[in-house]
């Protein structure tokens, strides 16, 4: 195989490597607090969050919710900390790259169906999560996250 060959098939594999996925900017966070029997929070837990792209992280300190049971917390700027303005990477409609862990801190636990995350793009990702509950310092990892369609999103 000539250099030129070589170069431009190393070309083509970037250029196929890159299709699909996309950069996107954290915007909003929300989180569902599961409607059932001792799902909600009260003062006495905190959640954090970790949002993971196809190669970064960002890390929100204790959110300041009200994780009421059934509720959805809003969440923007400050209040998610690093996570605000973070760019991520994703891959097409399913989202693959993406996930989000909360993690648990205090004595009183809560259950939560889904974390969403909103861009600057306008783009929303909703995340299920494990169905259990978490308390002290528990964590729960969302099983599978996927893009909703932009129309979706202004419709909210």
């Known amino acids: 195989m000539t250099l030129e060959k070589l170069n431009a098939t190393i070309l083509c594999l ?37 949002v993971c792209g196809q190669n ?10 009200n994780y009421n049971t059934g509720s959805i917390d809003f969440l923007e700027g400050p209040d998610i900390g690093e996570c605000d303005s973070f760019e991520i ?4 409609e399913n989202s693959e ?4 862990t909360l993690y648990h801190v205090g ?5 939560f169906d889904f974390v969403d995350v909103l861009t600057l793009e306008g ?7 494990r169905n259990e509950p978490i308390d002290d ?4 990892q969302s099983t599978n996250c996927r893009r909703i369609p932009t129309a979706a999103v202004n419709n909210i």
């Open 14 to 50: 970037l250029l196929l490597s890159s299709l699909g996925s996309s950069l996107d900017t954290i915007k909003e966070i929300w989180i569902q607090t599961a409607d059932c029997n001792s799902c909600g929070m009260t003062a006495l837990g905190h959640i954090a969050a970790k």
């Open 97 to 100: 790259y993406l996930s989000i």
């Open 56 to 65: 970064d992280c960002c890390f929100t300190d204790k959110l300041p919710g």
């Open 137 to 140: 310092d528990q964590f729960v």
């Open 107 to 111: 004595t009183d636990g809560g259950q």
């Open 123 to 129: 783009l929303r990702y909703e995340c299920q999560m």
């Open 89 to 92: 990477q994703t891959m097409g």
